[in-house]
């Protein structure tokens, strides 16, 4: 479940959460076969619980100060002794790293404990759980329909379970994300609205600057930092100056559940071939066919991905100075 919380509260509201979580892992145990379903849902549950009562409270993990412990490789088996670091760190490619950051320290020593007190079994259950929840669409089939959309009307107010079409389409944007974005570009986002976008993003920056001006209530120190800020601010419209490459993403027909394990196999692999790199700042934390936008404080970026620049939201024949003065608003 989404949270600490969720596990530890004794509020009458999270007592619901438990009872609707509990049946739909009883029902995920049962189509993998296990033998006694609501048992191994228990005991699932049972062991969530002591790992949620390690982790840290939310406001905690907030703190970025206390979130950020930067170890060496020394560091990091003197501070969680219940893993084989060596052993893990291979065998999850990361053999060669020798700097990490560890968030929630006393969580991660409290709760690898558990490694070592509680039974095999459980664990073996916990984890045969978690990989079947966590490739949804791979392996549920109608049968899980009831169980799925209880436990998403207790935690997110989700009436239904979305149609398969949908949940598909997400799929495909998660594995895929980039490759679909580059067709829905092609077909959906004429280099034209690009450059009318890249106009307008242009005119505001320009009228945000004269204004920094002539504010009578900003002190010299403060505009001389809000100019400098606008002056690395950097607006991406549309899509990525460069696709992600796919092609060591192998997909066959026929086979979902191994093409999801690939995918994120492939991804995974691709965020450790990052490691000792310089940050790339020109990846998207979006997909182009994303009706959405977000601003990165961290690297003073904003992005616009293709699908909200359309009608109503961006309309490359409307008058310039009215789609103007929707944006500014």
Known sequence: MPDRDFYLDKNERFGGYRAAYKTYVTRIMELIGDRDPAASADTVIALETKIATAHWERAKRRDVLATNNPVDRAGLKDMIRAIDWDLFLAAAGLGSVQHFVVKETTALQDGTVLLDTEPVEAWK?????????????????????????????????????????????????????????????????????????????????????????????????????????????????????????????????????????AGQKFEWNRQVARLGQTVDRAEWGMNAQTVNAYYNELMNQITFPAAILQPPFFDPNADRRSTMARSAQ
């Not at 009831?146 to 239904?160: D, F, W, Y």
């Not at 320009?206 to 002190?219: F, H, N, P, V």
């Open 125 to 261: 259950q916990y984890l045969a759980f978690h990989i079947a929840a966590r490739t949804p669409t791979a392996c549920r089939n109608r049968s899980t329909k009831p169980a799925s959309t209880s436990t998403g009307k207790r935690l997110n107010g989700q009436e239904v379970q979305r149609d398969r079409w949908k949940r598909g389409v997400a799929l495909l944007d998660d594995l895929l994300g980039e490759g679909v974005g580059e067709l829905y570009v092609a077909k959906f986002f004429p280099r034209d609205s690009k450059v009318k976008m890249d106009e307008l993003v242009a005119n505001l920056n320009k009228a945000m600057g004269e204004r920094l001006l002539a504010l009578t209530w900003m002190d010299d120190t403060t505009r001389a930092a809000a100019q400098k800020k606008l002056s690395t601010f950097e607006p991406r419209v549309g899509y990525p100056a460069k696709w992600r490459d796919y092609g060591a993403y192998t997909v066959e027909q026929r086979k979902l559940f191994e093409n999801v394990r």
